[in-house]
């Protein structure tokens, strides 16, 4: 069986340009997370996705930030413009359940650079 | 103040040593839930464990256990004999609930370098 897939694993773009991340959940599973990780910190959540509704996005910058699932399955995460902050690794996740009593299965992440 | 605190940041071991990754949490909530991921190099995120607030029993997965204590808010991760392939950042997260909805707490980890 798939895990989450995302792309790029790499990105490098300069300031108050525009990016884009893309992740596939697996198969069945309604909850997708979008979580950005800084250096040697833990996961912060973006925000959540229960199907096609955004279910959680109280931590999402939503100036610069936005997130789209439109079909209820795969999902994409905009930054526009990129700031220098921005520099972290976006990590998507899924899980079977809602009520985050479960596992949440990760993909490998997207590093952006904003030079 | 930190609701799910990882007080080791860094921790080296040489193979073979046995090692204890702390976590220490804080919660109101009567109903929760406790994990550990496990973050290697490759930077995906695995899961290790899921422990409810009213399982108190330990756990034991191969080289690998768990020590969930309510009376202390401690959920402690041993590794036994351990490898150089354990070397990974280790998170401890809670889920509690928040309002309506449910949170995930992440502590902000602890680095384990296991030395040949």
């Known amino acids: 069986e798939a895990g989450v897939v995302q792309s790029p694993r790499y990105k490098i773009i300069e300031k108050k340009q525009p990016v884009a991340f893309w992740c596939n959940p697996i198969?069945?599973?309604?909850?997708l997370y979008w979580y950005r990780q800084n250096l040697g910190q833990g996961p912060e959540l973006l925000i959540r996705?229960?199907?096609?509704?955004?279910?959680?996005d109280s931590q999402l910058p939503k100036d610069r930030f936005s997130a789209e699932r439109l079909k209820g399955v795969d999902s994409t995460l905009k930054i526009q413009p990129a700031e220098l902050g921005d520099s972290a690794v976006y990590l998507c996740a899924s899980s079977a359940d809602s009520l985050l009593n479960e596992k949440l299965f990760f993909g490998s992440g997207t590093q952006l650079s904003v030079l | 103040a930190q609701k799910v605190t990882q007080a080791q940041t860094e921790i080296s071991v040489v193979e073979k040593e046995d090692v204890t990754l702390d976590c220490v949490y804080e919660?109101?909530?009567?109903?929760?839930?406790l994990f550990w991921y496990k973050q290697p190099p490759s930077g995906e995120l695995v899961f290790l464990i899921r422990?409810?607030?009213?399982d108190e029993q330990n756990e034991i997965s191969g080289r690998y256990s768990w020590n969930f204590q309510k009376s202390t808010s401690s959920f402690n991760f041993t590794i036994t004999a351990s490898q150089v392939v354990d070397s990974a950042v280790y998170f401890c997260a809670l889920s509690e609930r928040a309002g309506n909805n449910r949170k995930l707490i992440w502590g902000l980890g602890t680095s384990l370098a296991v030395n040949p």
């Open positions: 198969s069945g599973h309604n909850t």
């Open positions: 996705y229960e199907n096609e509704e955004a279910v959680d």
């Open positions: 422990r409810n607030s009213f």
């Open positions: 919660t109101r909530d009567t109903t929760y839930y």
